[in-house]
C-alpha cells in the first residue's frame, strides 16, 4: 500500500526560487481559538497527507495545565484546506504526568497512523513517563484519534529526552536518538524500537550506539545527538551531534550495522568552531552525494542580530556541504551566517536538483525574526525575512524546519503571530 503520508526529509527538489519572487502566506495563528489551548509554539516539521491535510506539532499549550506546563504540555495537530483557508483539528494534547510532553516531530505510515515523541523534562532529570516517550495516534472510524504510548524512557541506559523526529526502516522499526543518556556513557544515544512479533506483545527497544564512550571532557565520538537520523540505500544511518568532537562543536557521525547485529559508528566531520559549528538538525544529501546541514553556533556576525557569547560578540552559526573524497575522507565547504542575511539555523536543509539549497534561520534577517534564504555554491539569495518590528507581528518568528509539498514550502515559525503563539506558513513561487 502507498504510504498516505508524504514525508518531511526530501532529498532533493523540483523548484525555484529567485530573489523578490516569493509570497508569504500565514495558514494558521495559534490562539485563533482563543487561549493556548489549540496549540502553542510550533516546532519540527510538517508533514502532509495524500489529500493535502498537514500535521504537526507544538510543544506547548493543549489545555492540560500543569507546574511543568502552564500553557499546557503540548500537541499533535492537523490542518486541511477548506474554502478560503486552513481549518484546525486538535488530535491530541499531551499530559504530563499521563503521557509526556513537549512532542517533537511526526512520521506516518501505510495504515494512516502518526508516531512522534516527548521530550519530557530533557537535561533537568526525569521520572516516568516525563522522561520522554515514543507514542502512536491512530484514526477512529468516528473520526477521533486514539493514542497508544509505544515506549516510556527510564532515563537509565535508554536514555531520555527524545528530541528529534523518528525514521522509520523497511521493516516497520522507528529509530531516534535521545540527547541524553544514564549510566556511565552520559553523552545521549541512537535507538531502535521493534514492533511486537506476536499479539499483546510490547515494542522493544534496543540502544545502537550511545555517544561520549571516550568519558572525560573528550567525546570524540560526539555528544547530545539531536538532530533526527537519515538512511542511505546501504541501511547506513547518519546523523549529527551538537557536542563533542573537537573542543565540543560537535560532529557529523554515520552508523553502520555488522554482521553479528552490532553498529559501528564512524566520525565523518568534526567542527572546529572558527567558522561556526554546533549542527542541530538533521542532514539532507543532494544527487551527487553531498552532505548538508545547519550550524546552530560559531562563526561571527552583526551584534544584535543572532546569539551572542558572554562578551557580546555575535555568533550567527551557518550551513555545511560535505563532499566525499578518495579514502573515505570529507570535504567541508562553510557558508557562516552574518546577521542581515540570516543567523542560527536550527532546523533542515533542502537541496535542490540545480544545486540551490533551501532553509529558514531563527534569528538574523533584515528585520532579526528570522529569514529564508536559498545557497548557491557560494553566493546567497535573502529570499524573505520574518519581521516583527510592525507589532503584533502577525506573521509569526523564528522559522526552523522547512517541508517541501506541491512546490512550495511549508513550516512552523514558533514565535510571533498575533497572539504570541506562532505560527504556520507557506512559502510560494
Known amino acids: 500500500m502507498k504510504n498516505p503520508f508524504l514525508c518531511a526529509a526530501v532529498v532533493t527538489l523540483t523548484c525555484a526560487f529567485a530573489l523578490g519572487q516569493v509570497q508569504y502566506k500565514v495558514l494558521y495563528t495559534f490562539g485563533t481559538n482563543g487561549g493556548a489551548g489549540d496549540g502553542a509554539n510550533p516546532a519540527g516539521p510538517v508533514i502532509f497527507d495524500g489529500l493535502g491535510d498537514m500535521f504537526g506539532t507544538t510543544p506547548s499549550g493543549g489545555g492540560n495545565v500543569s507546574t511543568l506546563c502552564p500553557q499546557g504540555c503540548g500537541t499533535v495537530f492537523e490542518l486541511a484546506p477548506s474554502q478560503g483557508g486552513w481549518t484546525e483539528k486538535l488530535l491530541h494534547a499531551f499530559s504530563y504526568g499521563a503521557d509526556g510532553m513537549s512532542p517533537f516531530g511526526l512520521i506516518g505510515d501505510s495504515k494512516g497512523n502518526l508516531y512522534g515523541v516527548t521530550g519530557g523534562q530533557g537535561e533537568y532529570g526525569c521520572q516516568v513517563p516525563d522522561c520522554g516517550t515514543v507514542y502512536e495516534l491512530s484514526p477512529e472510524p468516528d473520526g477521533q484519534w486514539s493514542e497508544t504510548i509505544l515506549y516510556e524512557f527510564s532515563g537509565g541506559s535508554d536514555g531520555w529526552f527524545p528530541s528529534s523526529p523518528l525514521t ?249 503571530g498575533e497572539f504570541d503563539q506562532g505560527v504556520v506558513f507557506e512559502i510560494s513561487p
Open 168 to 416: 522509520f526502516d523497511s521493516q516497520g522499526n522507528l529509530y531516534g536518538t535521545t540527547l541524553l543518556s544514564g549510566g556511565a556513557v552520559t553523552g545521549g544515544s541512537v535507538f531502535e524500537l521493534s514492533p511486537p512479533i506476536s499479539r499483546g506483545d510490547s515494542w522493544t527497544l534496543a540502544t545502537l550506539y550511545s555517544f561520549c564512550q571516550q568519558g572525560g571532557n573528550a567525546c570524540s565520538d560526539g555528544s547530545w545527538p539531536s538532530g533526527g537520523l537519515v538512511f542511505d540505500a546501504l541501511g547506513n544511518l547518519y546523523g549529527t551531534t551538537e557536542m563533542g568532537g573537537l573542543g565540543n562543536w560537535g560532529t557529523v557521525y554515520e552508523l553502520s550495522p555488522n554482521s553479528d547485529g552490532g553498529w559501528t559508528e564512524i566520525v565523518l566531520y568534526k567542527f572546529l568552531g572558527g567558522i561556526a559549528g554546533q549542527p542541530t538538525g538533521p542532514v539532507s544529501f543532494d544527487s551527487a552525494g553531498d552532505m548538508y546541514g545547519t550550524l546552530d553556533y560559531g562563526g561571527s556576525g552583526e551584534a544584535g542580530y543572532c546569539t551572542e557569547n558572554h562578551g557580546g560578540h555575535a555568533r550567527c552559526g551557518g550551513l555545511f556541504r560535505l563532499s566525499p573524497k578518495p579514502g573515505g575522507s570529507y570535504g567541508e565547504f562553510t557558508f557562516p551566517f552574518d546577521g542581515p542575511d540570516g543567523g542560527n539555523p536550527v532546523g533542515n536543509v533542502l537541496p535542490e536538483s540545480n544545486g540551490t539549497v533551501y532553509g529558514a534561520t531563527e534569528s538574523g534577517g533584515e528585520y532579526f525574526a528570522g529569514a529564508f534564504f536559498g545557497i548557491q555554491g557560494k553566493k546567497e539569495n535573502l529570499l524573505y525575512s520574518w519581521n516583527c518590528n510592525v507589532e503584533p507581528c502577525a506573521g509569526g518568528a523564528s522559522p526552523s524546519y522547512l517541508t517541501l509539498h506541491r512546490g512550495s514550502f511549508y513550516g512552523g515559525a514558533s514565535q510571533g
